[in-house]
């Protein structure tokens, strides 16, 4: 267990990404310091499913610092482009980071395939949590959310490819919801909307403990 006031590295280069961590932890009262604010080096992302990749990014930012780390790794895979681009999501926006050029890229592969009923376009938000601990076993969760997408994108909230996609149940991609809707914790009932979030109550349950201040 972590209790309340102890420090964790973020293990994340990404402001995005670390703005959701620092939401979703926020109930648990901890001393959050992303690998970024550390000078952390990013490591090589050599693994071949979500898990391996969340391992080797918390691993080495526990190893580097000495203190617990918690990572993700997380991506979109769509249904009609066989999981694409799934593990490779960050890396289809390229060195610049640049996610409206990746939405395009993963429309004009849809549109080549005639996948523009909803129904033909499938997709899913999965992401993989490991929190490694010095001289401890990794913690290792996963969360997803499906939907489908939408084009044009729609809205200017969250990162990546949230605006195009629009979880089952909603009329409003994750770019036009605020972090609250987004994540859509009920910590009363262990329920979220976005794969992080859903990924974060199983992992809280296990290593911050069930009761969120």
Known sequence: M???????????????KLREFRELLAPFDLDL??????????????????????????????DASGLPALADDSGLAV??????????????AGPSKDFGAAMQRIEDDLQTRGAISPEKRRAA??????????GDKPVEIEGSVVGDLVWPPRGTQ??????????????????EMDADEKHG??????????????????LADRVFGTNAR
């Open 185 to 202: 914790v009920d910590w009363q009932a262990r329920t979220g909307l976005s794969h992080r979030a859903r990924a974060f109550i199983a």
């Open 125 to 134: 938000f999965i992401a993989a949590l490991c929190l490694a601990r010095p």
């Open 2 to 16: 972590l209790p309340p006031g102890s420090r964790l590295v973020v293990a994340t280069h990404n402001s995005g």
């Open 33 to 62: 310091v992303s690998a970024g604010e550390l000078g952390l080096p990013e490591p090589d992302e050599t693994g071949t499913t979500y898990a391996e990749n969340a391992l080797i990014k918390a691993q080495a930012a526990a």
């Open 158 to 175: 969250g990162f990546g490819y949230d605006p195009v996609f629009r979880p089952d149940g909603h009329e409003r991609t994750f770019g």
């Open 79 to 92: 249904q009609a482009l066989w999981g694409a681009p799934g593990i490779f999501s960050a890396r289809w």
